[in-house]
Antibody, heavy 119, light 107 residues
Framework: EVQLQQSGAELVKPGASVKLSCKTS????????MSWLKQMPGQNIEWIGN????????GYNQKFKGKATLTVDKSSSTAYMDLSSLTSEDSAVYFC????????????WGQGVMVTVSS | DIQMTQSPASLSASLGETVTIECLAS??????LAWYQQKPGKSPQLLIY???SLQDGVPSRFSGSESGTQYSLEINSLQSEDAVTYFC?????????FGSGTKLEIK
């Protein structure tokens, strides 16, 4: 069974950084892309970027370049996202989601993690 | 970026009815359109991809179609568990973009 388990909720101060994790199981991590997505309360979903589990190659939404950095640890089948210089606009739920092999759709999702930026 | 205009924002229907949700792409996305269902407090779940291909395990009362740059999700024989939020997503080009969502309610 494919599973994506994300780390717990975060409360961080403005200007700080946070690192989110997404531990996977049930499939060959290095054969798939992992994407990260942002959803503000009651709002649209935004694609942040994706990273290939095989070689760590990345692609980002221009809007999130400089804000998000994606990495992977193949040994533990875990994907990470660093968010830097946090502001209130970064308060949202962040999802990791596996991208399909042949299409750019998201067939498995993590449960999501709430990041709250507040002093 | 490709803009996805989703309508309506909210929809109310009775059990057993058929409802349709639409997404209009700002340019040709060549049938590269997916639909997701999101229950409150949960992550989205893939229903349909490539405009009309049903994801494994999704009930056949869900179907997708297209006409030019207009894409539709149809839900037949509406059931109580269908009263959640639906999003479209274009998977033709980066950055991948989503519609703004449709909240479906039961009358």
């Amino acid at each position: 069974e494919v599973q994506l388990q994300q780390s717990g909720a975060e409360l961080v101060k403005p200007g700080a950084s946070v690192k989110l994790s997404c531990k996977t199981s049930g499939y060959t991590f290095s054969n798939y892309y992992m994407s990260w997505l942002k959803q503000m309360p009651g709002q649209n979903i935004e694609w942040i970027g994706n990273i290939y589990g095989g070689n760590g190659g990345t692609g980002y939404n221009q809007k999130f370049k400089g804000k998000a950095t994606l990495t992977v640890d193949k040994s533990s089948s875990t994907a990470y996202m660093d968010l830097s210089s946090l502001t209130s606009e970064d308060s949202a739920v962040y999802f990791c989601a596996r991208r399909g092999l042949t299409t750019r759709v998201f067939d498995y999702w993590g449960q999501g993690v709430m990041v709250t930026v507040s002093s | 970026d490709i803009q996805m205009t989703q309508s309506p924002a909210s929809l109310s229907a009775s059990l057993g009815e058929t409802v349709t949700i639409e997404c209009l792409a700002s340019e040709d996305i060549y049938s590269n359109l997916a639909w997701y269902q999101q229950k409150p407090g949960k992550s989205p779940q893939l229903l349909i991809y490539d405009a009309s291909s049903l994801q494994d395990g999704v009930p056949s009362r869900f179907s997708g179609s297209e006409s030019g740059t207009q894409y539709s999700l149809e839900i037949n024989s509406l059931q109580s568990e269908d009263a959640v939020t639906y999003f479209c997503q274009q998977h033709h080009d980066y950055p991948l973009t989503f519609g703004s969502g449709t909240k479906l309610e039961i009358k």
